[in-house]
């Protein structure tokens, strides 16, 4: 079965500096989906971003961007010039590719605080 | 943008009640999972609909657990009798197909049920 962890239950940052969240995860497949998702207080989740595993390239949107390590099997969040809207609990899941099952397996989360 | 729509977003019941929560996809999403997400923790899958049909409800406790997608559109969750235990964040993601490309599960709001 696959598995998800996130090493950092708690960060913090600075309004305007950088901070990236770690997550790494194990999986026998060779083609899966992982995904970093936001979750703010009493709001809903919503991705943040997403990363096709046979893509070599990192994938970027906008300030957020990730280090996708395969033979590691390291996925990390970088969030540049960060804002005080980014304050929330962050969830690396995964997505296995094949069979009939496409459940998201999460890790635990990392609560994300900026400070002004 | 659509959304997926949950329905009630809080629910406070005693043990032994009966509780159904409801969801609604964003249109044309013929994928729709339930999830449950204790507090502090990730979100589990409890069972994913593809169309009308169950494709994956390994992890629903079904001695008290139902549910349903009649038209392959909304759905609802049900507990009865709901426990102690049960207490948690239910929530609803929708997603084209992922057999034809549909990589990213959107969620809705969820709904925060409290068992007393």
């Known amino acids: 079965a696959q598995t998800v962890t996130q090493s950092q239950p708690e960060m913090s940052v600075q309004e305007a500096e950088t901070v990236t969240l770690s997550c790494t995860y194990d999986?026998?497949?060779?083609?899966?989906?992982l995904f970093w998702y936001k979750q703010p207080p009493s709001r809903q989740m919503i991705l943040v971003i997403r990363q096709e595993a046979y893509k070599q390239q990192n994938a970027t949107e906008n300030r957020f961007s990730v280090n996708f390590q395969k033979a590691a099997k390291s996925f990390s969040l970088k969030i540049s010039d960060s804002q005080l809207g980014d304050a929330a609990m962050y969830f690396c899941?995964?997505?296995?590719?094949?069979?009939?099952?496409?459940?998201?397996?999460f890790g635990k989360g990392t609560l994300l605080t900026v400070n002004p | 943008e659509a959304e997926v729509a949950q329905s009630p977003r809080y629910k406070i019941t005693e043990k032994s009640q009966a509780v159904a929560f409801w969801c609604d996809p964003i249109s044309g999403h013929a994928t729709l999972y339930w999830y449950r997400q204790i507090l502090g923790q990730g979100p589990e899958l409890l069972v994913q609909f593809q169309d009308e049909s169950v494709v994956d409800d390994s992890q629903l406790p079904k001695d008290r657990f139902s549910a349903e997608r009649l038209k392959g559109v909304d759905s609802t969750l049900k507990i009865q009798p709901a426990e102690l235990g049960d207490s948690a964040m239910y929530l609803c993601?929708?997603?084209?197909?992922?057999?034809?490309?549909?990589?990213?599960?959107?969620f809705g709001p969820g709904t925060r049920l409290l068992v007393l």
């Open positions: 899941a995964y997505r296995g590719s094949g069979g009939s099952n496409y459940k998201l397996t």
């Open positions: 993601a929708s997603s084209q197909d992922p057999r034809a490309g549909g990589e990213t599960q959107y």
């Open positions: 999986t026998s497949e060779s083609d899966y989906y």
